[in-house]
């Protein structure tokens, strides 16, 4: 375990305590493994398997979102996985080196109208209690911050 | 993954395995629309899905709608706890029959 992160220069008022941190090839193929890391750390953080399973859908989802919205399906994307243990549970940080996005144009959709698509971020507000699009520490690319309590 | 289609009792069967999800929702998307594009009733297998994520959603919703167009029935059947988490997320439980196995779905 340790504390150096690439993340050093994001504001974080919580301690925390950096379970691993990973950097993947924004390539659909690699997010099974990236799935399996996130359960194991949600477990280690104290998380039921329903909850730990929520958590990775979240996670997911937010790659994906990042793999189609972010790099436009481009593979040459990096995508840097922060994820840490705190005393109210678990926060992952999610950076990409995309063209910034907008934050307030990523909103979930209204699920009254019943049709194909644009769920995934629907599934990341309603499974994380905390849902932040910050400034990325270099100014280079988007920053996701998504938080879980332990109940 | 390895899925597979059959027909029982009139009705088409598709048993969907493994991993349901962006990487290889083309091919889950293909097939379910290959198979409620046959005229009749639609029994979809879940038991053998390891991982839903909402593009393995949307798959099924589009089909849905399109059993829906065409007059027959598109029906769920052996959701794993995982995939009926999904379901429930996108407020879509209520909108799929979800039946607890085969039998259940074929009388229905």
Known sequence: MTNATSFDDTPEPAPLELLFEQRFAARLEVLKKVRASVLAGARHCGFGEADARDIVLALDEACKNILVHAYRNDEDGEIVLAVFRCQAGMVLLLRDFAPPMDPTGIKPRDLSDVRPGQLGTHFIHSIMDSVEYEPAPDGQGNLLRLMKRLE | ?108
């Open chain 2, 1 to 108: 993954m390895r899925d597979e289609v059959s027909e029982i009792d009139g009705k088409v069967v598709v048993k969907l395995s493994g991993d349901v999800d962006l990487e290889h929702c083309t091919v889950v998307r293909g097939l379910l629309l290959d198979a409620v594009s046959h005229g009749k009733d639609l029994l979809v297998d879940l038991s053998g899905v390891s991982y839903l994520d909402s593009s393995g959603i949307a798959s099924l919703v589009e089909a849905l709608q399109i059993a829906a167009r065409n007059g027959t029935a598109l029906k769920l059947f052996s959701a794993s706890a995982q995939a009926m988490r999904v379901f429930e997320l996108a407020r879509l439980d209520k909108v799929f029959a979800i039946h607890p196995d085969l039998d259940a779905a074929l009388a229905s």
